[in-house]
Nanobody, 114 residues
């Protein structure tokens, strides 16, 4: 089983990034997917989640209207489109797959700075 995040990097405030989470080794289409982040010195927090068929999404208040979670069950990949990025969005971003078990990726670093 693998979840591999990509797409992180350094971006200026107001910029955009698209994170990807490529899954393998399990039946992706049966798992709910979510993105979490952990900033230095802070606890890991839920950013956004999406149901197995993509029909239901939820967002943390801090990212509503700026971030969009999506998934492609054919490609076994989840995405997080992040727009209007702020310095406080700086964190390591992790994807998680949840069904009767939970899998985590190793994370990708997003740094928002001028």
């Amino acid at each position: 089983v693998q979840l591999v995040e990509s797409g992180g990097g350094l971006v200026q405030p107001g910029g955009s990034l698209r994170l990807s989470c490529a899954a393998s080794g399990f039946t992706f289409s049966t798992y709910g997917m979510s993105w979490h982040r952990q900033a230095p010195g802070k606890e890991r927090e839920l950013v956004a989640s999406i149901s197995s068929n993509g029909g239901t999404t939820n967002y943390a208040d801090s990212v509503k209207g700026r971030f969009t979670i999506s998934r492609d069950n054919v490609k076994s990949t989840a995405y997080l489109q992040m727009n209007s990025l702020k310095p406080e969005d700086t964190a390591v971003y992790y994807c998680k797959a949840t069904f009767w078990v939970t899998y985590w990726g190793k994370g990708t670093l997003v740094t928002v700075s001028s």
